[in-house]
């Protein structure tokens, strides 16, 4: 535990908490707010882009700045979101975290399929590769892409893994992968058994190294390149 970790209170409001919120929102958007937009004539991964920035990352983000305000004054905000500048240990444990996802999920997506359960989320199944005058489409994700994986990594290892770390010590990432996994729960058992390398890897890279922008690069390693090759129809 760091030097400003220390200085912190125990007593904080439960974190795990906006993991709950969070799932709440997910879920809501997922199985309200995208049918009802599919309704309309909005294909589901548009409806989920347009619906996930204001009411899920946008409500995360809002509320990990109002705990950020509840803690006393940082000397230096970096230090306090664990944004100093990867050290080139931490970009090899990096690769190799990121090798382990790539290999990890490919061994979940592949006992998916044994198991018959659906890999992807429900918005993205059947999703048509976006050519031609759907290209746009893909023009809107380079738009969703970075708030939700800055949004969840600001919020999820930058605010809440360093305050859980204090209550919990080197347990802390167990507990923000759990959560974290509830926090996707609405995807399905299928999506999330394929996340499990990932929810397991990005936490405890993130605090092993004390970096919040290896959480970032390996979140967005994965799921950038993913959604690429689904959208082009070059995965299943």
Known sequence: MNAVTKRWPARTMPDGALFLVGSLLTFAVVYAGVPALTAVGIEPMVAWMLLAIPCIFAPIIAAGLAVLRSEPRPASWVVRLRLQRPTRQDLGWGLLALVALVLGSGLMFALCVALGLESSPPFSRNLQPLTGDRLWVLGLWVVYWPINILGEEL????????????????????????LWGLFHLAFGPGNLLVLIPTLVLVPLISQRRQSTWLAVLLHAGLSGPGFVALALGLAP
């Open 155 to 178: 919020v999820w290892r930058g605010v809440l893994l360093p305050r859980m770390e204090v209550r919990y010590g080197a347990q802390a990432w167990q507990l923000n992968a759990v």
